[in-house]
């Protein structure tokens, strides 16, 4: 055998010897028992009340893919009506509905969510724990997933489906010009979808960071967690752009405050800029993580290591670093300035360097190997090929001058089906056919596999190579019918067909799928590949038995013993500690153990309080608050009862979980997951309002001169003195809560968060009152509207706080809460400093800026 | 510089896909440039095109001996210096060419300046209001859908929206630039080769962005003055009684409240300037043909065949007064 690439290392890496395992075995009796009994799933319709990452991860994967069936069932709609020229089957309003609602599905519903699902289906088995960090937060995101995109979906069915484009550009979407509730299900219906997304970010982000399998440093790490991460960062950064664009918008719509209309100080760039500054990032957000799946698909197929495991690692960093830097090449068109045109070309252009980095490491691991040409590697294959070709039109639309002529027209449409379709439709399905294995009793089969691929393959080339030449031949995009004349119906004819074939190949699939699916845990068909990864040992519902140790990238292929070792109990924690569910809990860089994290259980909150919180969104769409307000109330409620029965306290004291290591079931402080998770929460925070303020200084630059406008009078110093006085005071209060935690006895804590809490009311108050009783209203001018927004942002905040502390003194009260057992209160005190410092930050922008212009 | 016939590579290009089915209407294609700033961006998009198709064969076989060559003749490959070499060198080297190549382009289509002629186009749902700008900016003909330039002399385009935004395209001429609300933005080129060049807006606009097009008529210098001289005039006066009665007819509707036929009372500014439409190449923004039955089927039936455009239905009149109607402005020419 030649042995190429580094798996010879690999391969004779130390053999342990019998007696190094953490555990000794036999495992006493009952031990096994204690561990599957917190584990057990709930039965029959309790089901929905399971938390448990394998039974959302599959209703993740399986929502997902009905949605990608229904907004590919709008694709064929419109397919079959641009085949002929002039064609009356679809009318302009619903063709409208139809393109927007095809972009936003596949874009919000689908792909992004669908990579979520495959993470937290699959990263506790790669990274080798028995569940991430918050089960609970998992299972709520998927529910207002599910019920949010199906009721987004069903406003199809009555006309009111959004039609202005899921780009959503103003005016055009704004009251004047869409005046029906069209446009507000879009920004509520997705709005809040996003809360989805970024609360699965979070979780993927603490999960890489500390739940990982003893010995899983740094340099081990799967870069299909890798890529993981890297899209959940970008989520976190970028998600809170669109958040901002569409609160902005939908104030607008509903309240008139003027963000974008031109004429009272907007400007309908602004919406561009924050839709882009999201929008261009989330093409990697949404390619990354397939990428991270090819890496990881490609090993195992072509039997061999990845080559340049590091450079790719690297270059997915790298991609979502660069891919914020790009989000102008959307607005070529504009007529933004030639110079910073050419800044956003090149970057544009360097993203090609690190998708060039992957595609030839990939295609050096298939030479280094040999690649088994099963249905996983022909997607794969598949992939590489339509990938490349999206990435060659991608450098071509980088080039200013070219995409000012394609920009809009059917030769993007083109382009970015390569490189969705290709860079990502194509990876999911091989990872589909690839990880199914694990899951299922039975494996799909293999000859209608090929099926799928060729029709699929074929599918896809018909449809959007031709309609690279469609662009090129003047046809814009977004049109519902186009005349006999222009001679453009031979090709959509070829689109249309081949858009056909692509649904024959998915029909197919979902064909074999309900033919095969036998779900189970450990009774699966196991692994067929000869992969080397940890999610291919053998799992329960509590994942593997033991946590084994990992010595390598592949453990499976240094250790081929690994599997059943783990499974009779020789590595850590083969047993419960504390009578709960469990996780390991290991250092972010090294992947030391740290502590043995209780790991929450089945409850009914996530379900109802996804429902109620679907509800409350959707009922403010349709303007009725008072009912949305209770609706509200009970999600919160609901949320506040799934939480109340987490932090559970030093229940023990530290104890063994082999290899002579002794870990606390308890911390507190930056070590704690939860911790991590509220940092996280933080970021998103940060980052919207760094949108707001970026907002603020570009609506400013629009009205150079009229920053405030003429005619208002801003308030003397002394209001924005104070405000910020009593935000510090509120601060200074919890501070002192925290020194009050020794002695819960004393009731200093009840009297300290009220205080904290009317400082900070009265720190808001005086923020806005300021500037109202000058006369300025928000509805005149940018200004104004931009003015009232920070201080709507800090009440937000401040209803926040209300909800946390109310939370923080009920568990004190009920005795949950000391200066050992204080997540609770780390929580609230976290998200206190950052109020008072957003609120500090804001204060100063709108009382001295305008005054350091002069 | 004036090429006629598309030459080998937009036929290789577009290939069985569009001339071997049908003959191609050439009008609206980037394919068949034949304006200063079409025909600067033609250069790149060859260097693209064949760049592209290279770089594609290579990695494809690349990719193929991956798979398929025995394991000695491909050993090489596995490895970071292959990776380093193709995936970071390579594009190294021609991505900064391109990006070169592509920003002497972008300045070269930035130097055309110094317009002779400057008109003023605003978009407006679902059609483009034109107005000739007098060397002080003012108006100094209105019309609409078409607009007529002398080839190879520069034109300033200053482009606006009434309401949301559109994006002028001519693929023919120059690449696109949108119309904002709040902004005004100007665009220079010239026609290289007299002809009829259609364009379409390319922003979606609404509800009828797909029918939003018009016709740029490049002509000769001698043939414009011409034809400028002409248009500024009054419309012409109906000769027949057919056509005083279309023009009486139309007054009584009270078509001059939405649109200006200069000559006569009516003035609306809200729509289209009729004064001659008789001459255009097209109504309802480059949707129709020019003639009687298609402005008396448009009177009638603005709403139904273009729904969600401002033009009300006529359809109460009868098929007689439709018909002299569109005869007199069919004869506004």
């Known amino acids: ?854 | 510089m004036q090429r006629r016939v598309p030459d080998l590579l937009p036929p290789l290009a577009s290939g069985a896909g569009c001339l071997l089915l049908t003959g191609c209407n050439w009008s609206q294609s980037v394919l068949a440039p034949r304006g200063s700033h079409a025909e600067a961006i033609d250069g790149i998009l060859r260097v693209l095109f064949i760049g592209g198709a290279l770089i594609f064969s290579l990695v494809a076989v690349l990719l193929a001996t991956a798979i398929l060559l025995r394991p000695s003749l491909r050993a090489w490959m596995a490895s970071n210096n292959f990776i380093i070499g193709f995936g970071i060198v390579f594009p190294v080297i021609t991505l900064m060419a391109l990006l070169t190549f592509s920003s002497v382009v972008s300045r070269t289509m930035n130097g055309i300046s110094d317009p002779k002629i400057r008109i003023e186009v605003i978009g407006e749902q679902f059609w483009w209001r034109v107005n000739y700008l007098d060397g002080q900016g003012n108006p100094a003909l209105a019309t609409a859908n078409e607009i007529r330039i002398p080839v190879n002399t520069p034109v300033e385009f200053i482009l606006k929206t009434q309401d949301v935004i559109h994006s002028f395209w001519v693929p023919s001429l120059a690449g696109k630039l949108d119309m904002i609300p709040g902004r005004t933005n100007r665009y220079t080129f010239a026609a290289t080769s007299p002809g009829v060049y259609r364009g379409q807006c390319a922003e979606y606009c609404g509800d009828q962005h797909a029918l939003m097009a018009f016709y740029v008529v490049a002509v000769p210098q001698a043939d414009y003055e011409s034809w400028f001289a002409e248009q500024v005039g009054n419309a012409a006066e109906p000769t027949t009684p057919l056509l005083r009665q279309g023009r009486d007819l139309f007054l009584a509707a009270g078509c001059g409240s939405c649109h200006t036929i200069r000559g006569t009372p009516a003035d609306g500014t809200l729509g289209p300037d009729l004064t001659r439409v008789g001459s255009r190449l097209s109504i309802a923004a480059g949707t129709y043909p020019v003639n009687v039955g298609t402005l008396a089927g448009w009177t009638s039936s603005a709403p139904h065949l273009k729904p969600g455009n401002l033009m009300p239905s006529f359809g109460n009149l009868g098929g007689e007064q439709l018909r002299a109607i569109a005869a007199y402005m069919e004869s506004l020419k």
């Open chain 1, 1 to 854: 055998m030649t042995v190429v690439g580094d798996r010879s290392e690999e391969r004779t890496a130390e053999r342990k010897p019998a007696n190094r395992f953490p555990n000794e075995v036999p495992r006493p009796e009952g031990e096994l028992n204690e561990l599957r009994k917190p584990w057990v799933p709930p039965r029959g319709w309790r089901i929905l009340s399971a938390v448990n990452n394998t039974y959302v991860g599959l209703a993740y994967i399986a929502t997902g893919l009905i949605i990608f069936i229904l907004a590919g069932v709008l694709a064929v709609l419109m397919r079959t009506q641009l085949a002929t020229p002039e064609n009356d089957l679809i009318d302009y309003a619903l063709y409208n509905q139809l393109f927007t609602m095809h972009g936003t599905m596949m874009m919000f519903l689908f792909a992004v969510p669908i990579v979520e699902a495959f993470a937290v289906l699959l990263m506790p088995n790669i990274l080798g724990t028995r569940e991430l960090p918050f089960p609970r937060l998992s299972a709520y995101a998927f529910w207002i997933y599910a019920f949010g995109s199906l009721a987004f979906f069903f406003t199809l069915f009555f006309g009111v489906a959004p039609d202005t484009g899921w780009f959503m550009y103003t005016p055009l979407s704004d009251a004047r010009y869409s005046p029906g509730i069209n446009a507000d299900m879009w920004l509520l219906g997705i709005g809040f979808i996003e809360i989805a997304a970024i609360a699965g970010a979070i979780e993927i982000i603490v999960g890489f960071a500390k739940t990982r399998a003893p010995g899983m440093s740094i340099d081990r790490i799967p870069v299909f967690a890798w890529a993981m991460l890297i899209f959940a960062l970008m989520i976190v950064f970028a998600f809170p752009a669109l958040i901002l664009g569409t609160i902005l918008l939908e104030i607008e719509r509903a309240l008139g405050w003027p963000f974008f209309m031109a004429e009272k100080g907007g400007d309908p760039l602004l919406w561009q800029h924050l839709f882009w500054f999201f929008g261009h990032p989330e093409v990697y957000i949404i390619f990354i993580p397939a990428a991270g799946m090819v890496s990881t698909i490609l090993p195992a197929m072509a039997a061999t290591p990845l080559v340049g495991h590091r450079l790719v690692v690297l270059a997915l960093i790298t991609m979502g670093v660069i891919s914020f830097g790009l989000w102008v090449h959307h607005m070529y068109a504009t007529g933004l300035p030639q110079l910073s045109l050419g800044f956003f070309s090149a970057a544009s252009m360097s993203v090609a360097i690190a998708s060039g980095i992957q595609v030839f490491a990939w295609i050096a691991t298939i030479a280094s190997g040999r690649l088994k040409l099963k249905t996983p590697a022909l997607f794969i294959v598949g992939f590489l090929i339509v990938f490349t070709m999206g990435g060659l039109t991608g450098v071509m639309v980088a080039s200013v001058p070219f995409d000012l002529q394609v920009h809009d027209t059917y030769f993007v449409v083109a382009h970015f089906h390569y490189v969705l379709v290709g860079g990502m439709v194509l990876p999911v399905l091989a990872a589909i056919y690839y990880w199914y294995p694990t899951v299922s009793q039975k494996q799909l089969s293999e000859r209608v596999g090929r099926w799928v691929f060729g029709l699929f393959f074929i599918g896809l080339n018909a449809t959007f190579f031709t309609m690279h030449i469609t662009g090129l031949m003047g046809m814009p995009r977004r049109v519902y019918t186009y005349l006999a004349v222009m001679d453009w119906g031979a090709l959509n004819l070829i689109s249309t067909f081949g858009a056909y074939m692509m649904a024959a190949a998915i029909a197919l699939l979902v064909f074999d799928i309900v033919r095969t699916f036998r779900f189970s845990f450990s009774d699966t068909v196991g692994n067929i590949w000869d992969a080397g990864t940890l999610e291919w040992m053998r799992t329960y519902t509590y994942g593997t038995r033991s946590i084994p140790e990992v010595d390598s990238r592949y453990p499976l292929w240094t250790r081929p013993e690994l599997s059943d070792e783990t499974d009779e109990g020789r590595y850590y924690l083969p047993g419960t500690l504390t009578g709960r569910r469990e996780a390991l809990v290991t250092s972010p860089i090294d992947a030391r153990p740290v502590y043995v994290m209780q790991v929450p259980g089945p409850h009914w909150g996530p379900f109802l309080a996804g429902i109620a919180t679907t509800i409350f969104f959707y009922l403010l769409t349709f303007k009725l608050v008072l009912p949305a307000v209770f609706f509200g109330v009970v999600a919160v409620a609901l949320i506040l009862w799934w939480v109340w029965d987490l932090d559970h306290g030093p229940v023990r004291r530290p104890a063994h979980i082999g290899g002579g290591l002794v870990l606390p079931v308890y911390t507190s402080g930056s070590v704690n997951h939860s911790w991590w998770g509220t940092v996280t929460l933080l970021l998103v925070q940060g980052a919207f309002f760094t949108c707001l303020v970026f907002s603020y200084f570009f609506l400013w630059l629009v009205n150079p001169h009229s920053w405030p406008p003429p005619g208002v009078s801003m308030p003397s110093l002394a209001w924005p003195a104070v405000a910020a006085a009593l935000y510090a005071a509120s601060s200074a209060a919890i501070f002192f809560a925290g020194r009050a935690l020794a002695r819960p006895s004393s009731g200093a804590l009840q009297l300290l968060f009220p205080s904290a809490l009317l400082l900070f009311a009265a720190a808001v108050g005086v923020q806005v009152y300021s500037e109202w009783q000058t006369g300025l209203r928000p509805t005149q001018h940018s200004y104004g509207a931009m003015v009232y927004l920070f201080g709507a942002l800090q009440g937000f905040l401040g209803g926040v706080l209300l909800v946390m502390a109310g939370f923080t003194m009920a568990r004190s009260l009920a005795g949950k809460l000391d200066a050992v057992r204080r997540v609770t209160f780390d929580n609230t005190m976290l998200l206190w400093h950052y109020a008072t410092a957003q609120g500090l930050v804001a204060v100063g922008i709108v009382s001295l800026f305008p005054r350091a212009l002069g």
